[in-house]
C-alpha cells in the first residue's frame, strides 16, 4: 500500500504531530514541542490546538498539554487498545483497528458490542485481526460533530445480526464491515500518522 502524503494544513500537521508524540513518548504533549514537531511556530501552533480540541480533534489535559490525536488517547475514550505492552484508548472502534494496521503492529482491542454489550476482545498480528468474524465494524457516515456523529455511532458488534440491527437503528447512515476489510481501509486512513511517527522517531 503506498503511504498517503503528509497533511500540508496546520490541523492536519498537528493531529499527525501529536498522534506521533504519545506514541513515541507515551506522556502528554507540550504545545511547544507539538509546534516544533509540526513544523509551526508556537503562536499559530497554540490557536490552532485550541479549535481543534474545540471541534473535538484533540484532547487536551488540565494543563493544556495534547493527551488525545487521531483518535489516540492516554486516558479518554470507550476503546481499549494494547499495543505492545502500552495501553491507550481510543475514541472509536475504527480507531483501534485502523491505528493498529497503520502500525503494522500487534495489538489487543478491548470493546463491547455496540447492540448488546457483550465484551469483545480482538487480537491483531502485524496489524491484521487473528479472525475475521464473527465481528462486524459498523463505519458510520459522521458530519459535523466528530464525536457525536462519528465517533459514538462506530462501534464493533458481536456477529452479523447484531450488525444488521445497529445498522437499523443508525437509519443506514454508515456501512457494516468485516474485520480485515476495516483493518485495510484504517491502514489506508493513518498510514500518514503511521509515517510522522517514523519521521520523529
Known amino acids: 500500500m503506498k503511504p498517503l502524503l503528509p497533511a500540508v494544513d496546520a490541523a492536519g500537521?498537528?493531529?499527525?504531530a501529536g498522534f506521533a508524540l504519545l506514541l513515541r513518548d507515551r506522556r502528554p504533549v507540550e504545545l511547544a514541542d507539538l509546534a516544533e514537531a509540526a513544523g509551526l511556530d508556537v503562536q499559530a501552533a497554540t490557536s490552532a490546538v485550541a479549535s481543534l480540541a474545540q471541534a473535538g480533534w484533540l484532547d487536551l489535559d488540565e494543563s493544556?498539554?495534547?493527551?488525545?490525536?487521531?483518535?489516540?488517547?492516554?486516558?479518554?475514550?470507550?476503546?481499549?487498545?494494547?499495543l505492545g505492552d502500552e495501553a491507550f484508548r481510543t475514541?472509536?472502534?475504527?480507531?483501534?483497528?485502523?491505528?493498529?494496521?497503520?502500525?503494522?503492529?500487534?495489538a489487543l482491542i478491548e470493546?463491547?458490542?455496540?447492540?448488546?454489550g457483550?465484551?469483545?476482545?480482538?487480537?491483531?498480528?502485524?496489524?491484521m485481526p487473528e479472525r475475521n468474524g464473527p465481528?462486524?465494524?459498523?463505519?458510520?457516515?459522521?458530519?459535523?460533530?466528530?464525536?457525536?456523529s462519528f465517533c459514538t455511532p462506530t462501534v464493533l458488534l458481536c456477529g452479523e445480526?447484531?450488525?444488521?440491527?445497529?445498522?437499523?437503528?443508525?437509519?443506514?447512515?454508515?456501512r457494516l464491515l468485516d474485520l480485515?476489510?476495516?483493518?485495510r481501509q484504517g491502514a489506508a486512513d493513518w498510514a500518514a500518522c503511521a509515517d510522522a511517527l517514523r519521521r520523529l522517531s
Open 13 to 16: 500537521l498537528l493531529r499527525e
Open 64 to 82: 493544556g498539554r495534547v493527551a488525545g490525536a487521531a483518535g489516540l488517547s492516554l486516558a479518554t475514550g470507550p476503546h481499549g487498545l494494547t
Open 91 to 106: 475514541w472509536c472502534a475504527y480507531d483501534s483497528l485502523g491505528i493498529a494496521a497503520a502500525l503494522g503492529a500487534d
Open 111 to 116: 470493546t463491547a458490542c455496540g447492540q448488546c
Open 118 to 127: 457483550t465484551p469483545i476482545d480482538l487480537a491483531l498480528r502485524g496489524g
Open 135 to 148: 465481528e462486524r465494524l459498523w463505519l458510520a457516515d459522521g458530519g459535523a460533530d466528530l464525536r457525536g
Open 161 to 174: 445480526e447484531h450488525g444488521i440491527a445497529w445498522a437499523e437503528g443508525q437509519d443506514g447512515r454508515g
Open 180 to 183: 480485515v476489510e476495516g483493518a
